[in-house]
């Protein structure tokens, strides 16, 4: 395992986080809680019929000591759960409704979340995005002073890191989304040991090219700037440019980043998803995500071509986020 994953199990072993599996029936799920359990990081909170998960688990040959098995049907503690889902619901569900919607593995795991009986949540491995992230959204919602969520990937080859965003939740980004986007961006990458460098990408550098699209970049970069200070971000950018120091002294000279960019916020998700699906197949980077960043608690969202080892990371990142 990278350094990277090595500092993220060495911050959270022994804080006693709880990571909520709602596909506890699936293969990958199952044998990374079990992983995580027999390791002692985190105590995993399966989903599941009780004897499913348990004969599942036999079948595979794994242990399920160190791991809660919890079954939405028998849970002891549902009542005072749909109570709390009516109140966070606000008139749109029922009790009535409450009690059916809770028996799915997401929405149940994720009032887990929000009512402070787990930590985090990852799916996603039998679920779409729509279905992991909906849960999320009408329950823990994002935070204050955050519109929307959104989705990085943390690039990784040997000691090199990067953050990639938005590639995998916001289709057109405007300005004030691109600025939050990059915000939010650089607070993850402090999580990971990043010193953010934040470039706002595009297909012109500092005006090389005009169009609404250009614009709409430079907009971002004046907004995440006034929001946030601190941060160092700047743009807009060619990738050439942000990465480079060469090309970065000829065509931006003046810029805040000289080529050392280390965030790269991508003006479209087509572009986000392009860009670090490019870097991971022909660049032979490891794209640890999505990560979602902007929520109350973190939930996060597989891919559903994912493996064991993709759910034992990404079960990590989840615990740290939740620090």
């Known amino acids: 395992m990278s350094n990277l994953f090595t500092t993220l199990t060495d911050k959270i072993k ?11 029936t699936d293969e990958r799920i199952l044998t990374a809680a079990s992983r995580l359990g027999q390791d002692g990081i985190l105590t995993p909170i399966v989903i599941g019929h009780v004897e499913e998960v348990q004969a599942k688990a036999e079948e595979l040959g794994v242990k399920l000591e160190g791991c809660n098995v919890v079954d939405p049907a028998s849970f002891s503690g549902m009542d005072e759960l749909v109570k709390a889902f009516v109140e966070r619901r606000k008139g749109k569900a029922s009790e009535e409704d409450a009690r059916k919607i809770l028996l799915d593995g997401n929405y149940f795991g994720t009032m887990l979340v929000y009512t402070g009986q787990a930590h985090g949540l ?20 994002t935070k204050e002073g955050v519109r929307k969520t959104s989705g990085v ?4 080859r ?27 961006s650089a607070k993850t990458a402090k999580m990971f040991d990043i010193d953010p ?14 169009s609404p699209e250009t614009e709409k970049v430079v907009e971002a970069v004046s907004v995440a700037k006034e929001k946030a200070p601190e941060i160092t971000v700047d743009g807009e950018f060619q990738f050439d440019a942000a990465f480079v120091p060469s090309v970065a002294a000829k065509k931006a000279p003046n810029a805040d980043i000289q080529g050392n960019a280390n965030v790269f916020v991508f003006p479209s998700l087509e572009a986000g998803n392009i860009g670090y699906k ?45 620090l």
Do not use: W
């Not at 965003?165 to 915000?183: M, R, T, V, Y």
């Not at 608690?297 to 990371?313: F, H, T």
């Open 14 to 24: 022994g804080k006693e986080l709880k990571i909520v599996f709602p596909e506890g």
């Open 122 to 141: 990852v799916s996603g491995a039998a679920h779409s995005t729509a279905d992991t992230v909906r849960p999320a959204l009408q329950i823990i919602k």
């Open 153 to 156: 990937f943390i690039m990784v």
């Open 158 to 184: 040997e000691e090199e890191k990067y953050v990639f965003a938005d590639c995998a939740i916001n289709i057109s980004p405007d300005s004030q989304d691109l600025a939050e986007i990059a915000i939010e």
């Open 197 to 210: 460098r934040v470039a706002m990408l595009s297909f012109s550098t500092k005006g090389s090219a005009k």
């Open 278 to 322: 490019i870097a991971q197949r022909l660049g032979n980077f490891e794209a640890v995500g999505p990560i979602l960043q902007g929520l109350n608690a973190p939930v996060n969202d597989l891919s559903r071509g994912c493996n064991e080892e993709d759910v034992y990371k990404l079960a990590l990142i989840t615990a740290a986020q939740a």
